[in-house]
């Protein structure tokens, strides 16, 4: 039997986005280390300090990194929320790939209209608001730190856009269901 277009399109979407996980969880240890080089910390990490932490030898610098991204980076307000923020997004964001992918294994099997879609779609709208609430609270950080310059920010922008998101993930959850019951009582009927 040939495959329809459609699940030819979610084969690709699938591959895609298992390397996009992968991808993802080969950057988790650097969340951290990230964040308190973002921060600009006085004193603290600088490009000039990230190399030389590799001047001796690889491995010994990649230990290095990961104290000095656990010591440091914890030990100030500001790269903290920024690496906790990171990693809420992060893990979230690993959540919504593995649901999208079970939604999309399910497309490519030719069954769509399944009970686990609708659950994978209230998963993902649950990720959607933790991000957005994450978002929530690194934006009010900064605004009692930096003032009305944290609403123009990238992390104002994501409140707005994930609540959206987990609301259409919500929405789209709902329609799941009801087709998958639809499906369910014309089956019988036949």
């Known amino acids: 039997m040939d495959r329809t277009p459609c699940q030819k399109i979610a084969d690709a979407l699938i591959v895609l986005s298992v390397l996009a996980l992968l991808a993802e969880t080969l950057l988790l240890p650097w969340i951290s280390a990230f964040a308190c080089f973002r921060s600009g910390i006085p004193g603290g990490l600088t490009f000039e300090g990230l190399m030389s932490t590799f001047a001796y030898d690889f491995d010994d610098g990649l230990g290095n990194l990961i104290w000095i991204a656990l010591a440091e980076c914890w030990s100030y307000p500001d790269s903290a929320v920024l690496s906790l923020f990171l990693w809420v997004v992060a893990v979230c964001g690993a959540l919504i790939l593995v649901q999208g992918i079970r939604i999309l294994t399910t497309v490519a ?52 856009l994930f609540v959206m998101a987990g609301l259409f993930c919500l929405g789209f959850s709902g329609l799941f269901r009801q087709a998958a019951e639809i499906k369910e009582e014309n089956d019988l009927t036949v």
């Open 109 to 160: 099997d030719g069954a769509p209209f399944s009970p686990q879609n609708a659950q994978a779609l209230r998963r993902a709208a649950l990720a959607c608001f933790a991000i957005a609430a994450g978002a929530l609270g690194r934006t009010v950080f900064t605004l009692f730190r930096e003032g009305a310059a944290a609403l123009v920010s990238y992390t104002a922008l994501f409140v707005p």
